[in-house]
């Protein structure tokens, strides 16, 4: 089984600062590492994702993460926000031992970005 | 490509009454998972379908129930309503089942129980 912890509930920032939303987990065997972007009322649009290869991942807005296997973390930065990213994040894994398209969440991160 | 599909998108129900919520995956896809999200216990997993057989279950009460179509809709159903069971349910779909494929999410079906 595994788990996922979002260290921050509710990050706030100002427009053009960057952020870091941190997410750790934990797993007894390999696993793919994913984020996700959910804006008020929508469901969840995947952000980037880690399946292997470079440890460093980027997505099309300026997004990135990177996954450090020793300290099993996958968190994601940014290095300027808009106001346009304030939305609920959400880290995940599935293992790659469990057939199917399972994912455990972590609780969420509120990023709000204000001017 | 229309994205993916869920009816009704609000509902209120009554205790110990049942309700059967819909997702139309995006043409071509045959997996369809289910994800209940609550304030209190965040997204959790309810099942997964892939050629109308169920891949994976998470740990929810036999209450809640799923089945999918040969044309790859699926319907989740949750008999005797709890005040617990109010929440966003999502369905996620992708082209075949397994966890490095991209899930695509719908925008849910709020349930209220009262």
């Known amino acids: 089984a595994q788990s996922v912890t979002q260290l921050d509930s509710q990050v706030p920032v100002f427009e053009e600062a960057p952020v870091e939303l941190r997410c750790n987990y934990s797993s007894s065997v390999s696993v793919y590492l994913f984020w996700y972007v959910q804006y008020p009322n929508q469901g969840l649009q995947l952000l980037l994702k880690y399946l292997s290869g470079s440890t460093l991942v980027e997505s099309i807005n300026g997004f990135e993460a990177e996954f450090n296997k020793s300290q099993t973390s996958f968190h994601l930065r940014k290095p300027s926000v808009h106001i346009s990213d304030t939305a609920e994040y959400f880290c995940?894994?599935?293992?790659?031992?469990?057939?199917?398209?399972?994912?455990?969440f972590g609780e969420g991160t509120q990023l709000t970005v204000n001017p | 490509k229309a994205g993916v599909t869920q009816t009704p998108r609000y509902l209120i129900k009554t205790r110990g009454q049942q309700v059967t919520l819909s997702c139309s995956p995006i043409?071509?896809?045959?997996?369809v998972s289910w994800y209940q999200q609550t304030p209190g216990q965040g997204l959790q997993f309810l099942f997964e379908y892939f050629s109308e057989t169920q891949r994976n279950k998470g740990n929810f009460p036999g209450r809640f129930s799923g089945r999918q179509f040969s044309n790859s809709r699926s319907e989740m159903n949750v008999s005797t309503l709890e005040l617990g069971d109010s929440a966003l349910y999502l369905c996620?779909?992708?082209?075949?089942?397994?966890?490095?494929?991209?899930?695509?999410f719908g925008p849910g079906t709020r349930l209220t129980v009262l």
């Open positions: 996620a779909s992708s082209q075949i089942t397994g966890s490095y494929n991209e899930q695509f």
């Open positions: 043409s071509g896809h045959r997996s």
């Open positions: 995940a894994v599935s293992d790659l031992e469990t057939s199917g398209s399972r994912l455990t």
